[in-house]
């Protein structure tokens, strides 16, 4: 079974750059959730894919978007790349029904400059 | 809306020591709730997850308990070993399945040899 993969592992960008993050669900699964965790914080939930579509929401601007694929798979995109966009952005996938148990990845450590 | 919060921040505690890790959440109507593991910079590793209607869980050398009406629930870590050093984040689930996890910000354990 593979569990929850995110590429890259590591991203230094400049202010107002634009971002790709990448995740794969652990097989199985059919829902991928994002969060952002800044250094000392608990992770913060962005939002939610389920069959596609956007399922839920955090208290973050549209410039954070996303896209969930046939496959389960998932992209974090984030436009207009702030100072404060630095952080670490975790991945997650469960499967619905059951416990909800949900899984990470590793993370992308993403450094705006 | 609901707010999770972990005491200690920190914990320092020398190898075998039994320790115990607190979570209290404001709001009591929660779906589950899951114990993780953060090393530096990582991601999180699922520890334990409690449903609503448990009481505990146990596995291992560790046992999580929930107190859904007072709010509140412990980790208990028995005969501690320095590989057990991490931080340890409580995150609830609300009410329905579907829904994001809400995290506090850590106890950071270290354990000394």
């Known amino acids: 079974e593979t569990g929850v993969t995110q590429s890259p592992t590591h991203l230094i960008k400049t202010r107002g750059q634009q971002v790709t993050l990448r995740c794969s669900s652990q097989?199985?699964?059919?829902?991928v959730s994002w969060y952002q965790q800044a250094l000392g914080q608990g992770p913060q939930f962005i939002f939610q894919?389920?069959?596609?579509?956007?399922?839920g929401r955090g208290n973050f601007p549209p410039r954070f978007s996303g896209l969930q694929f046939p496959n389960y798979s998932s992209e974090l995109n984030v436009n207009a790349l702030e100072l404060d966009d630095s952080a670490l952005y975790l991945c997650?996938?469960?499967?619905?029904?059951?416990?909800?148990?949900?899984?990470f990845g590793p993370g992308t450590r993403l450094t705006v400059t | 809306k609901q707010e999770v919060t972990q005491i200690p921040a920190a914990l320092s505690v020398p190898e075998g020591e039994n320790l115990v890790l607190n979570c209290s959440f404001t709001?009591?109507?929660?779906?589950?709730l899951q114990w993780f593991r953060q090393d530096p910079g990582k991601g999180l590793t699922s520890l334990l997850l409690?449903?609503?209607?448990?009481r505990e869980q146990t596995s291992g050398r560790l046992n999580a308990s929930l107190d859904k009406s007072s709010g509140r629930s412990t980790l208990y870590i028995a005969a501690s070993q320095p590989g057990d050093s991490a931080t340890y984040l409580c995150?609830?689930?609300?009410?329905?399945?579907?829904?994001?996890?809400?995290f506090g910000k850590g106890t950071t354990l270290s354990v000394s040899s």
């Open positions: 409690i449903q609503s209607s448990q």
């Open positions: 894919y389920y069959r596609e579509e956007e399922n």
């Open positions: 997650a996938s469960s499967s619905t029904g059951g416990a909800y148990e949900q899984y």
């Open positions: 995150a609830v689930r609300p009410g329905q399945a579907g829904t994001a996890l809400i």
């Open positions: 097989s199985g699964h059919n829902t």
């Open positions: 709001d009591s109507a929660i779906y589950n």
